[in-house]
Protein backbone atom coordinates (compact mmCIF):
# COMPACT_ATOMS: atom_id res chain seq x y z
CA UNK A 1 0.00 0.00 0.00
CA UNK A 2 2.81 2.19 0.68
CA UNK A 3 4.34 1.47 -2.42
CA UNK A 4 1.44 4.21 -3.67
CA UNK A 5 2.38 6.83 -1.90
CA UNK A 6 4.81 9.29 -2.40
CA UNK A 7 6.92 8.22 0.74
CA UNK A 8 10.51 10.76 -0.68
CA UNK A 9 8.65 13.29 -1.69
CA UNK A 10 6.77 13.30 1.97
CA UNK A 11 10.06 12.58 3.93
CA UNK A 12 12.31 14.96 1.82
CA UNK A 13 9.25 18.14 2.77
CA UNK A 14 9.40 16.94 5.97
CA UNK A 15 12.78 17.60 6.64
CA UNK A 16 13.27 20.69 4.39
CA UNK A 17 13.25 23.20 7.88
CA UNK A 18 16.14 20.43 9.51
CA UNK A 19 14.53 18.35 10.77
CA UNK A 20 16.78 15.28 12.15
CA UNK A 21 14.61 12.38 11.29
CA UNK A 22 11.27 12.11 9.42
CA UNK A 23 8.94 8.83 9.34
CA UNK A 24 6.04 8.20 7.74
CA UNK A 25 3.46 5.24 9.33
CA UNK A 26 0.62 3.98 7.37
CA UNK A 27 -2.11 1.15 8.90
CA UNK A 28 -5.24 -0.35 7.88
CA UNK A 29 -7.40 -2.06 9.93
CA UNK A 30 -10.44 -4.19 9.43
CA UNK A 31 -12.58 -4.99 12.47
CA UNK A 32 -15.21 -6.99 13.24
CA UNK A 33 -17.49 -6.98 16.85
CA UNK A 34 -20.10 -9.12 17.62
CA UNK A 35 -21.58 -8.62 21.31
CA UNK A 36 -24.42 -10.54 22.73
CA UNK A 37 -26.11 -9.66 26.01
CA UNK A 38 -29.36 -10.98 27.54
CA UNK A 39 -29.94 -13.53 25.21
CA UNK A 40 -29.57 -11.25 22.58
CA UNK A 41 -27.44 -10.77 19.70
CA UNK A 42 -27.13 -6.74 20.43
CA UNK A 43 -24.39 -5.53 18.10
CA UNK A 44 -22.39 -6.79 14.73
CA UNK A 45 -20.32 -3.93 13.57
CA UNK A 46 -17.59 -4.34 10.78
CA UNK A 47 -15.32 -1.04 10.53
CA UNK A 48 -12.59 -0.23 8.15
CA UNK A 49 -9.84 2.53 8.43
CA UNK A 50 -6.85 3.81 6.60
CA UNK A 51 -4.40 6.68 7.35
CA UNK A 52 -1.45 8.18 7.65
CA UNK A 53 0.90 9.16 10.58
CA UNK A 54 3.59 11.62 10.05
CA UNK A 55 6.58 12.17 12.72
CA UNK A 56 9.35 14.51 12.72
CA UNK A 57 11.80 14.58 15.65
CA UNK A 58 14.32 17.56 15.76
CA UNK A 59 17.23 17.41 18.60
CA UNK A 60 14.86 14.95 20.24
CA UNK A 61 11.47 16.47 20.26
CA UNK A 62 8.68 15.23 18.33
CA UNK A 63 6.47 16.58 15.75
CA UNK A 64 3.35 14.45 14.92
CA UNK A 65 0.47 14.94 12.83
CA UNK A 66 -1.71 12.23 10.83
CA UNK A 67 -5.03 12.22 8.09
CA UNK A 68 -7.01 9.47 6.37
CA UNK A 69 -7.07 11.99 3.57
CA UNK A 70 -4.00 10.06 1.59
CA UNK A 71 -4.05 12.29 -1.74
CA UNK A 72 -0.94 13.67 -2.67
CA UNK A 73 -1.34 17.22 -2.27
CA UNK A 74 -2.74 16.91 1.40
CA UNK A 75 0.29 14.66 2.70
CA UNK A 76 2.87 16.82 0.87
CA UNK A 77 1.14 19.72 2.81
CA UNK A 78 1.08 18.02 5.97
CA UNK A 79 4.64 17.20 5.53
CA UNK A 80 5.65 21.28 5.50
CA UNK A 81 3.13 22.00 8.50
CA UNK A 82 5.22 18.86 10.70
CA UNK A 83 8.34 19.87 9.46
CA UNK A 84 7.93 23.32 10.31
CA UNK A 85 6.83 22.73 13.98
CA UNK A 86 9.53 20.52 14.40
CA UNK A 87 11.77 22.98 13.69
CA UNK A 88 10.74 25.30 16.05
CA UNK A 89 11.60 23.41 18.98
CA UNK A 90 14.82 22.99 20.81
CA UNK A 91 16.89 20.30 22.80
CA UNK A 92 20.75 19.52 23.11
CA UNK A 93 21.41 16.26 21.67
CA UNK A 94 21.49 14.50 18.16
CA UNK A 95 19.99 11.77 16.83
CA UNK A 96 21.13 8.35 16.83
CA UNK A 97 19.93 7.04 13.48
CA UNK A 98 17.95 3.53 14.23
CA UNK A 99 19.99 0.74 13.38
CA UNK A 100 18.43 -1.05 10.64
CA UNK A 101 17.48 -4.77 10.98
CA UNK A 102 15.22 -7.08 8.84
CA UNK A 103 11.71 -7.83 10.62
CA UNK A 104 11.76 -11.72 10.81
CA UNK A 105 8.60 -13.55 9.03
CA UNK A 106 6.24 -15.41 11.91
CA UNK A 107 4.09 -18.36 11.09
CA UNK A 108 1.37 -17.51 9.66
CA UNK A 109 -2.56 -17.39 10.68
CA UNK A 110 -4.67 -20.45 9.65
CA UNK A 111 -8.12 -19.39 9.52
CA UNK A 112 -7.92 -15.80 8.73
CA UNK A 113 -10.88 -13.23 9.97
CA UNK A 114 -11.39 -12.25 6.18
CA UNK A 115 -11.90 -16.11 5.22
CA UNK A 116 -14.70 -16.69 8.08
CA UNK A 117 -18.21 -15.82 7.06
CA UNK A 118 -20.06 -13.21 9.52
CA UNK A 119 -22.52 -16.11 10.60
CA UNK A 120 -20.46 -18.27 11.60
CA UNK A 121 -18.66 -15.46 13.45
CA UNK A 122 -22.48 -15.04 15.19
CA UNK A 123 -22.88 -18.57 15.70
CA UNK A 124 -19.58 -18.59 18.20
CA UNK A 125 -21.27 -15.90 20.30
CA UNK A 126 -24.29 -17.16 20.35
CA UNK A 127 -23.30 -21.23 21.11
CA UNK A 128 -21.02 -19.58 24.19
CA UNK A 129 -24.06 -17.83 25.65
CA UNK A 130 -26.52 -20.78 24.81
CA UNK A 131 -23.51 -22.84 27.50
CA UNK A 132 -22.95 -19.70 29.83
CA UNK A 133 -26.86 -18.89 30.16
CA UNK A 134 -27.84 -22.71 30.92
CA UNK A 135 -25.18 -23.96 33.51
CA UNK A 136 -27.62 -23.08 36.19
CA UNK A 137 -30.67 -21.24 37.10
CA UNK A 138 -28.76 -18.91 39.44
CA UNK A 139 -27.29 -17.19 36.12
CA UNK A 140 -28.74 -14.22 35.92
CA UNK A 141 -26.67 -12.49 33.48
CA UNK A 142 -24.16 -13.49 29.87
CA UNK A 143 -22.52 -11.19 28.08
CA UNK A 144 -20.41 -12.17 25.19
CA UNK A 145 -17.96 -10.33 23.20
CA UNK A 146 -16.11 -11.56 19.94
CA UNK A 147 -13.96 -9.12 17.98
CA UNK A 148 -11.42 -9.41 15.62
CA UNK A 149 -8.88 -6.99 14.40
CA UNK A 150 -6.42 -7.37 10.70
CA UNK A 151 -4.02 -4.53 11.10
CA UNK A 152 -1.32 -3.69 8.49
CA UNK A 153 1.66 -1.15 9.29
CA UNK A 154 4.30 0.19 6.69
CA UNK A 155 6.83 2.47 8.22
CA UNK A 156 9.68 4.15 6.28
CA UNK A 157 12.33 6.32 7.82
CA UNK A 158 14.81 8.80 6.49
CA UNK A 159 17.55 7.25 7.91
CA UNK A 160 16.36 4.13 5.40
CA UNK A 161 13.75 2.39 7.68
CA UNK A 162 11.74 0.02 5.55
CA UNK A 163 9.22 -2.32 7.37
CA UNK A 164 6.05 -3.76 6.77
CA UNK A 165 3.85 -6.45 9.46
CA UNK A 166 0.36 -7.92 9.68
CA UNK A 167 -1.07 -7.99 12.68
CA UNK A 168 -4.12 -10.62 13.17
CA UNK A 169 -6.07 -10.77 16.82
CA UNK A 170 -8.93 -12.50 17.93
CA UNK A 171 -10.25 -11.84 21.45
CA UNK A 172 -13.09 -13.72 22.64
CA UNK A 173 -14.54 -12.93 26.52
CA UNK A 174 -17.19 -14.35 28.13
CA UNK A 175 -18.75 -12.49 31.30
CA UNK A 176 -20.86 -14.56 33.83
CA UNK A 177 -23.03 -13.05 36.56
CA UNK A 178 -24.94 -15.25 39.22
CA UNK A 179 -27.29 -14.75 41.87
CA UNK A 180 -28.12 -16.39 45.02
CA UNK A 181 -30.49 -14.15 47.52
CA UNK A 182 -28.78 -10.99 48.34
CA UNK A 183 -25.24 -12.48 46.86
CA UNK A 184 -24.37 -11.93 43.52
CA UNK A 185 -20.88 -12.55 41.99
CA UNK A 186 -18.96 -12.10 38.58
CA UNK A 187 -16.64 -13.90 36.20
CA UNK A 188 -15.10 -13.48 33.49
CA UNK A 189 -12.96 -16.01 30.94
CA UNK A 190 -10.86 -14.38 27.96
CA UNK A 191 -8.93 -16.22 25.29
CA UNK A 192 -7.06 -14.38 22.99
CA UNK A 193 -3.85 -13.92 20.83
CA UNK A 194 -2.22 -12.86 17.34
CA UNK A 195 -4.17 -15.67 15.55
CA UNK A 196 -7.28 -16.53 13.18
CA UNK A 197 -10.48 -18.69 13.89
CA UNK A 198 -7.91 -21.39 14.91
CA UNK A 199 -8.05 -20.33 17.86
CA UNK A 200 -11.33 -21.40 18.65
CA UNK A 201 -10.20 -25.40 17.80
CA UNK A 202 -7.66 -24.99 20.09
CA UNK A 203 -10.04 -23.50 23.08
CA UNK A 204 -13.78 -24.01 21.72
CA UNK A 205 -16.05 -21.38 22.37
CA UNK A 206 -18.37 -23.55 24.59
CA UNK A 207 -15.18 -24.41 26.79
CA UNK A 208 -14.82 -20.52 27.45
CA UNK A 209 -18.09 -19.85 28.75
CA UNK A 210 -18.27 -23.03 31.07
CA UNK A 211 -15.01 -21.81 32.56
CA UNK A 212 -16.52 -18.28 33.49
CA UNK A 213 -19.49 -19.80 34.70
CA UNK A 214 -17.83 -22.19 37.03
CA UNK A 215 -15.93 -19.92 38.47
CA UNK A 216 -18.77 -17.35 38.95
CA UNK A 217 -20.87 -20.32 40.96
CA UNK A 218 -17.94 -21.62 42.93
CA UNK A 219 -17.38 -18.41 44.13
CA UNK A 220 -20.51 -17.59 44.93
CA UNK A 221 -20.90 -20.91 47.15
CA UNK A 222 -17.54 -19.77 48.93
CA UNK A 223 -16.66 -18.33 52.16
CA UNK A 224 -15.72 -14.91 52.77
CA UNK A 225 -11.86 -14.33 52.37
CA UNK A 226 -9.89 -13.77 55.48
CA UNK A 227 -8.09 -10.73 56.08
CA UNK A 228 -4.57 -10.07 57.31
CA UNK A 229 -0.97 -10.47 56.57
CA UNK A 230 -0.19 -14.31 55.42
CA UNK A 231 1.61 -16.39 52.90
CA UNK A 232 -0.09 -16.73 49.15
CA UNK A 233 0.50 -18.73 46.37
CA UNK A 234 0.35 -17.33 43.47
CA UNK A 235 -0.39 -20.15 40.65
CA UNK A 236 0.85 -20.26 36.98
CA UNK A 237 -2.77 -20.27 35.20
CA UNK A 238 -3.39 -16.56 37.64
CA UNK A 239 -1.54 -15.33 34.78
CA UNK A 240 0.65 -12.11 35.46
CA UNK A 241 -1.36 -9.04 35.56
CA UNK A 242 0.44 -8.57 39.08
CA UNK A 243 4.03 -7.86 37.39
CA UNK A 244 2.73 -6.34 34.32
CA UNK A 245 0.99 -3.77 36.28
CA UNK A 246 3.27 -3.44 39.74
CA UNK A 247 6.76 -4.25 38.38
CA UNK A 248 6.08 -3.79 33.78
CA UNK A 249 5.30 -0.30 34.19
CA UNK A 250 8.21 0.73 36.67
CA UNK A 251 10.60 -0.77 34.01
CA UNK A 252 9.52 1.48 30.77
CA UNK A 253 12.25 3.74 30.26
CA UNK A 254 10.13 7.15 29.72
CA UNK A 255 8.95 7.05 32.81
CA UNK A 256 11.58 5.47 35.03
CA UNK A 257 13.48 8.87 33.22
CA UNK A 258 10.67 11.29 34.62
CA UNK A 259 10.82 10.04 37.62
CA UNK A 260 7.63 8.33 37.51
CA UNK A 261 9.12 4.78 38.43
CA UNK A 262 10.53 3.22 41.40
CA UNK A 263 13.28 1.86 38.93
CA UNK A 264 14.59 4.47 38.26
CA UNK A 265 18.85 5.01 38.19
CA UNK A 266 18.95 1.30 39.81
CA UNK A 267 20.34 -0.20 36.52
CA UNK A 268 22.70 -2.72 37.63
CA UNK A 269 21.60 -2.70 41.01
CA UNK A 270 20.03 -5.88 42.57
CA UNK A 271 16.31 -4.85 42.52
CA UNK A 272 14.44 -8.73 43.05
CA UNK A 273 15.39 -11.96 44.63
CA UNK A 274 17.86 -14.00 42.75
CA UNK A 275 15.27 -16.64 42.01
CA UNK A 276 14.04 -13.74 40.06
CA UNK A 277 14.35 -12.66 36.29
CA UNK A 278 12.20 -11.10 34.11
CA UNK A 279 11.74 -10.71 30.47
CA UNK A 280 9.69 -8.68 27.88
CA UNK A 281 9.40 -10.99 24.67
CA UNK A 282 7.36 -10.15 21.64
CA UNK A 283 9.23 -12.98 19.27
CA UNK A 284 6.25 -15.19 21.31
CA UNK A 285 4.41 -17.28 18.55
CA UNK A 286 0.64 -16.59 18.97
CA UNK A 287 0.94 -14.23 22.00
CA UNK A 288 -1.27 -11.23 21.96
CA UNK A 289 1.58 -8.96 22.60
CA UNK A 290 3.24 -10.45 19.52
CA UNK A 291 4.67 -8.75 16.27
CA UNK A 292 7.34 -8.86 13.48
CA UNK A 293 8.15 -5.45 14.62
CA UNK A 294 7.51 -2.60 16.36
CA UNK A 295 5.72 0.56 15.26
CA UNK A 296 9.04 2.21 14.55
CA UNK A 297 10.28 -0.85 12.36
CA UNK A 298 12.26 -2.29 14.50
CA UNK A 299 12.26 -5.91 14.64
CA UNK A 300 10.51 -8.11 17.80
CA UNK A 301 13.03 -9.27 20.14
CA UNK A 302 13.54 -11.00 23.61
CA UNK A 303 15.24 -8.54 26.07
CA UNK A 304 16.44 -9.42 29.73
CA UNK A 305 14.73 -6.72 31.83
CA UNK A 306 15.93 -8.54 35.16
CA UNK A 307 18.54 -11.24 35.32
CA UNK A 308 18.77 -13.31 38.58
CA UNK A 309 17.36 -10.19 40.28
CA UNK A 310 19.88 -7.28 38.57
CA UNK A 311 17.97 -4.75 36.78
CA UNK A 312 19.65 -5.30 33.34
CA UNK A 313 17.64 -2.97 31.13
CA UNK A 314 14.97 -0.98 30.72
CA UNK A 315 12.19 -1.32 27.40
CA UNK A 316 13.03 1.55 24.74
CA UNK A 317 11.71 3.08 21.42
CA UNK A 318 13.78 5.13 19.39
CA UNK A 319 13.45 8.07 21.71
CA UNK A 320 14.40 7.16 25.15
CA UNK A 321 17.12 4.60 23.69
CA UNK A 322 18.94 7.67 21.66
CA UNK A 323 18.66 9.75 24.62
CA UNK A 324 20.28 6.74 26.40
CA UNK A 325 22.91 6.36 23.46
CA UNK A 326 21.77 2.51 23.40
CA UNK A 327 19.86 0.50 20.53
CA UNK A 328 16.04 0.06 20.31
CA UNK A 329 14.30 -2.50 22.67
CA UNK A 330 11.54 -2.83 19.78
CA UNK A 331 9.16 -1.58 22.38
CA UNK A 332 7.75 2.00 20.40
CA UNK A 333 4.12 0.80 19.99
CA UNK A 334 1.15 3.15 19.19
CA UNK A 335 -2.67 2.65 19.04
CA UNK A 336 -3.12 3.48 15.65
CA UNK A 337 -1.95 5.85 12.74
CA UNK A 338 -3.32 8.97 14.88
CA UNK A 339 -1.06 7.91 17.68
CA UNK A 340 2.55 8.94 18.25
CA UNK A 341 4.78 5.89 19.35
CA UNK A 342 5.33 5.52 23.23
CA UNK A 343 7.21 2.93 24.96
CA UNK A 344 4.90 -0.18 25.77
CA UNK A 345 5.30 -3.64 27.06
CA UNK A 346 4.69 -6.65 24.42
CA UNK A 347 4.86 -10.17 26.54
CA UNK A 348 5.98 -9.56 30.06
CA UNK A 349 6.55 -12.22 31.74
CA UNK A 350 8.88 -14.06 35.28
CA UNK A 351 10.99 -16.81 33.70
CA UNK A 352 10.35 -20.59 34.86
CA UNK A 353 12.36 -21.68 38.18
CA UNK A 354 13.12 -24.98 39.42
CA UNK A 355 10.69 -25.61 42.09
CA UNK A 356 7.64 -27.98 41.53
CA UNK A 357 4.11 -26.58 41.80
CA UNK A 358 2.68 -28.72 43.77
CA UNK A 359 5.60 -29.11 46.29
CA UNK A 360 5.48 -25.07 46.50
CA UNK A 361 2.20 -25.48 48.17
CA UNK A 362 3.05 -28.30 50.13
CA UNK A 363 5.50 -26.48 51.82
CA UNK A 364 3.20 -23.74 52.75
CA UNK A 365 1.07 -25.10 55.88
CA UNK A 366 -1.47 -22.04 55.83
CA UNK A 367 -2.23 -19.01 53.59
CA UNK A 368 -3.87 -18.17 50.30
CA UNK A 369 -3.61 -20.05 47.22
CA UNK A 370 -4.63 -17.44 43.80
CA UNK A 371 -6.03 -19.59 40.79
CA UNK A 372 -6.86 -16.43 39.10
CA UNK A 373 -5.86 -12.75 39.52
CA UNK A 374 -8.20 -10.10 38.72
CA UNK A 375 -7.89 -6.43 38.05
CA UNK A 376 -5.80 -3.71 40.23
CA UNK A 377 -4.15 -0.94 40.38
CA UNK A 378 -0.84 0.58 40.74
CA UNK A 379 1.26 3.71 41.60
CA UNK A 380 4.34 3.41 39.71
CA UNK A 381 5.63 5.58 41.48
CA UNK A 382 6.44 3.94 44.66
CA UNK A 383 5.45 0.25 43.22
CA UNK A 384 2.01 0.25 45.78
CA UNK A 385 -0.49 -1.99 44.44
CA UNK A 386 -3.63 -3.06 45.46
CA UNK A 387 -5.40 -6.57 43.17
CA UNK A 388 -8.38 -8.36 43.25
CA UNK A 389 -8.52 -11.70 43.35
CA UNK A 390 -10.80 -13.75 40.96
CA UNK A 391 -10.77 -16.95 41.79
CA UNK A 392 -8.97 -18.21 45.76
CA UNK A 393 -8.22 -20.84 48.05
CA UNK A 394 -7.26 -21.15 51.64
CA UNK A 395 -4.32 -23.27 52.15
CA UNK A 396 -4.65 -25.02 54.86
CA UNK A 397 -1.96 -27.72 56.36
CA UNK A 398 -0.26 -28.01 52.89
CA UNK A 399 -3.20 -28.38 50.81
CA UNK A 400 -5.87 -26.80 48.66
CA UNK A 401 -8.61 -25.96 50.62
CA UNK A 402 -11.98 -24.39 50.70
CA UNK A 403 -12.81 -21.19 48.09
CA UNK A 404 -12.61 -17.97 49.46
CA UNK A 405 -14.28 -15.01 47.66
CA UNK A 406 -13.79 -11.07 48.02
CA UNK A 407 -10.17 -11.35 48.47
CA UNK A 408 -7.69 -8.87 47.80
CA UNK A 409 -3.86 -8.26 47.80
CA UNK A 410 -2.23 -5.29 48.89
CA UNK A 411 1.49 -4.87 48.69
CA UNK A 412 4.49 -3.01 46.86
CA UNK A 413 6.21 -4.51 43.89
CA UNK A 414 9.45 -3.96 44.19
CA UNK A 415 9.61 -5.41 48.02
CA UNK A 416 7.39 -7.91 47.09
CA UNK A 417 9.81 -9.18 43.97
CA UNK A 418 12.41 -8.91 47.00
CA UNK A 419 10.98 -11.82 49.20
CA UNK A 420 9.65 -13.86 46.72
CA UNK A 421 10.96 -17.36 47.70
CA UNK A 422 9.60 -19.95 45.70
CA UNK A 423 9.38 -19.98 41.85
CA UNK A 424 7.75 -22.88 39.69
CA UNK A 425 8.55 -24.83 36.87
CA UNK A 426 5.83 -23.48 34.83
CA UNK A 427 4.71 -20.54 33.26
CA UNK A 428 0.96 -19.39 32.33
CA UNK A 429 -0.31 -16.22 30.56
CA UNK A 430 -2.81 -13.94 30.97
CA UNK A 431 -4.21 -11.79 28.29
CA UNK A 432 -5.25 -8.40 28.25
CA UNK A 433 -5.58 -4.26 26.74
CA UNK A 434 -3.26 -1.97 28.34
CA UNK A 435 -3.78 1.64 29.17
CA UNK A 436 -0.93 4.49 28.79
CA UNK A 437 -1.15 7.68 27.96
CA UNK A 438 -4.52 7.87 26.33
CA UNK A 439 -3.36 4.50 24.40
CA UNK A 440 -4.21 1.21 24.09
CA UNK A 441 -2.40 -1.92 23.09
CA UNK A 442 -2.96 -5.63 23.29
CA UNK A 443 -0.39 -7.60 25.89
CA UNK A 444 0.26 -10.41 27.54
CA UNK A 445 1.89 -10.98 30.66
CA UNK A 446 3.20 -14.66 32.30
CA UNK A 447 4.92 -15.99 35.31
CA UNK A 448 5.19 -19.42 37.11
CA UNK A 449 3.92 -20.23 40.36
CA UNK A 450 5.41 -17.79 42.85
CA UNK A 451 5.08 -17.85 46.97
CA UNK A 452 5.25 -14.82 48.40
CA UNK A 453 6.15 -15.57 52.44
CA UNK A 454 3.69 -12.63 53.62
CA UNK A 455 1.39 -9.57 52.07
CA UNK A 456 -1.23 -8.63 53.09
CA UNK A 457 -4.59 -10.07 52.01
CA UNK A 458 -7.89 -7.64 52.53
CA UNK A 459 -11.19 -9.90 52.87
CA UNK A 460 -14.15 -9.46 54.95
CA UNK A 461 -13.12 -11.80 57.73
CA UNK A 462 -10.60 -11.57 60.56
Known amino acids: MIDNLPIEEILKAARKDGGDFAEVFCESQALTTITCDDNRVENVTTAEDLGLGLRVLHDLRTAYASTNDLTTP???????????????????????????????????????????????KIDIVTRANTVARSSDKRIAQANVILKDRVRHIWIAG???????????????????????????????????????????????????????????????????????????VIAGEAGGTMIHEAVGHGLEADLAREGLSVY?????????????????????????????CDDEGAPSQRTCLIENGVLKSYLHNRITATRDGIATTGNGRRQSYAHPPIVRMTNTLIAAGNDDPASIISSTPNGLFVKKMGGGQVNTVNGDFVFDVQEGYLIENGKIGEPVRGATLAGNGPKVLEIIDKVGNDVGFSIGTCGKSGQEAPVTCGQPTLRIPEIVVGGTTN
Do not use: W
Request: proline share 7%.
Open 74 to 120: TLLDLAKSVGGAARKTTSNKPLIMLEHREAKSRPGVKSHPGGVALAK
Open 158 to 232: SDGTHAHDEQVYVAFIVTVVCKDGSKIMSSYEPVAGTKGYEIFNETPPEEVAAAAAKRALLMLDASPAPSGPMPV
Open 264 to 292: KDRLEQQVASPLISIYDDSTLVGNRGSFA
